[in-house]
């Protein structure tokens, strides 16, 4: 015990605050069993009584580590209104009293340990026993923050993500929600709903590989999508049971239902997935002349921003390619048009050329109007 100097045990500070100036020594040993026994040797070799060593306030900590057992038990009943697993304590102490921490562990050689980092293990102990859960650092379900300048406790609750492929059966309704209430519906709701009204969490959001146009359909195998819900109050989610009644509603399809990690976001949302099209078009030219017309389109073309899209995206010229094209079918008087592009192809301008913004395209091939009459997504190649 050479490096400690017993004087210290005069020091205006709580046991707790008083063993963390020694943290790295003593293994075994709590802070406050470290501050206490620097205090006993103080006592002994001083013939003094021990209890007069003990300030009745911590010059540091302000005698917050008394009040641990009631943050726990506060933090226990708090955590009653949730389904976890797991939770982490973190916390938030007042500029003055980290740079007085600072101050004593660096006077006497930096062998201590932060104020919140005994804070945070001390108190999760207590929890942990009082709740029966684990208490991690490693991507808890929960993360209590302790705000002891303002006497507050607040709960940062995982999202539950759920991954999974969706197919939108019917035109007319958006991926996600929109602000203005234009659309009553959206894929996202649709999704969200059942799942919403299982964890009882505060909010939704869906992150899809690309989206489809409002009025095309989503079919073949699916749009990769990951469904977040936001501060849920319960976990444990039947997937089957949640597909079905999606699937009930007639509009959107789910399928590969699972749970998601947090990272699996970024890569859907930065996946440029080649993309399969159905194309319903008219136009006044002989068969052979389209079939033609299509052959020729693949390769290189050049897009600028669509002057359907432009009042929300950057107008600029973007160079995409398209890989395969053909006439599968007439209909009556439609022609339909099945294309392999590459991410982010517009392909109604493909057909109809948006006035000269995108060439070459059908329309300029054919050198006749093109009306596209409906767009169906068939297959995602991710």
């Known amino acids: 015990m050479d490096k400690v100097n017993i004087e ?23 802070n406050e069993e470290r501050g206490k026994a620097i205090r006993v ?22 005698n917050i580590f008394s009040r641990l057992e009631d943050y726990a038990h ?10 976890y697993d797991t939770f982490m304590i973190g916390s938030r102490f007042s500029k003055e009293t980290m740079a007085k921490d600072e101050e004593y562990r660096m006077e006497f050689g930096n062998m201590g340990e932060p104020i919140n980092r005994e804070f945070n293990r001390e108190l999760g102990k207590m929890v942990m026993s009082l709740t029966g859960k684990e208490a991690t650092t490693k991507d808890p379900d929960i993360t209590v923050i302790v705000d002891t300048k303002y006497d507050d406790v607040r709960l940062e609750i995982k999202p539950i993500l759920i991954y999974g492929r969706y197919r939108k059966l019917v035109r007319g309704i958006p991926q996600t929600k929109w602000p203005s209430g ?25 992150h899809g590989m690309g989206r489809e146009d409002i009025d095309a359909r989503m079919l ?30 007639g509009k959107v399809e789910v399928m590969d239902l699972r749970f998601a990690t947090k990272d699996e976001i970024q890569k859907i949302k930065s996946a440029e997935p080649r993309k399969r099209y159905r194309v319903g078009i008219r136009v006044d030219a002989d068969e052979e002349d389209i079939r033609r017309a299509l052959s020729s389109l693949v390769g290189k073309i050049s897009q600028r921003t669509p ?72 297959e995602i190649l991710d």
């Open 8 to 30: 210290t045990a005069k020091l205006p500070i709580c046991d707790h605050c008083l063993g963390r100036i020694y943290a790295l020594l003593g293994h075994g040993l709590s």
């Open 307 to 378: 002057t359907r899209v432009k009042h929300r995206r950057a107008d600029r010229v973007r160079i995409r390619e398209v890989y395969e094209i053909k006439l599968v079918e007439r209909k009556k008087d439609t022609w339909v048009v099945e294309v392999l592009a590459q991410s982010g192809t517009y392909i109604k301008e493909l057909m109809h050329g948006d006035g000269g913004r995108t060439t070459p395209s059908l329309a300029e091939k054919l050198d006749k109007r093109v009306e596209v009459l409906w767009l169906d997504v068939i």
């Open 182 to 206: 234009k659309y009553m519906e959206s894929v996202e709701e649709i999704i969200a709903a059942p799942i919403m009204k299982i964890t009882g969490g505060s909010g939704h959001a869906l």
């Open 41 to 62: 040797m103080f006592a002994m070799e001083n013939n003094v009584n021990v209890e007069t060593l003990i300030p009745e306030n911590c010059e540091v900590c302000d």
């Open 74 to 83: 506060y933090i226990s009943q708090i955590l009653k209104d949730y389904e």
């Open 220 to 249: 073949g195998n699916g749009r990769p999508f990951i469904v977040e819900i936001k501060a849920p109050r319960r976990r444990r989610v039947d997937l089957q049971k949640i597909q079905e009644e999606i699937n009930s509603s």
